[in-house]
Nanobody
């Protein structure tokens, strides 16, 4: 499956963004989807994940309560809506897909990755 992330940009602290990740292929609903981010000089870290049906989600503590992951399987797209953005949310955001039975929070468990979209939050 091929993934294309979009929706990043420059936003002021306290603002909101919605990231999108469009996937190719007919079996999108069979993949758990995840969002990760990587800030300069730091390792890629988990942000959120959603099951293939959309019925289960899990968030990193750093974004819990400020972000919502969702998906539209008819459109082969997963979203990450982020509110109350902080300068420390600045990073390149990547979407990823895997077919594991359980939701995963580690990069090595994801099979497919998008190219990333830059999110910059100014103070």
């Amino acid at each position: 499956v091929q993934l294309q992330a979009s929706g990043g940009g420059l936003v002021q602290a306290g603002g909101s963004l919605r990231l999108s990740c469009a996937a190719s292929g007919r079996t999108f609903g069979s993949y758990n989807m995840g969002w990760f981010r990587q800030a300069p000089g730091k390792e890629r870290e988990f942000v959120a994940t959603i099951s293939g049906s959309g019925g289960s989600t899990y968030y990193a503590d750093s974004v819990k309560g400020r972000s919502t992951i969702s998906r539209d399987n008819a459109k082969n797209t997963v979203y990450l809506h982020m509110n109350s953005l902080k300068p420390e949310d600045t990073a390149i955001y990547y979407c990823a897909a895997d077919q594991a039975l359980k939701l995963a929070t580690t990069t090595r468990l994801y099979d497919y990755w998008g190219q990333g979209t830059q999110v910059t939050v100014s103070s």
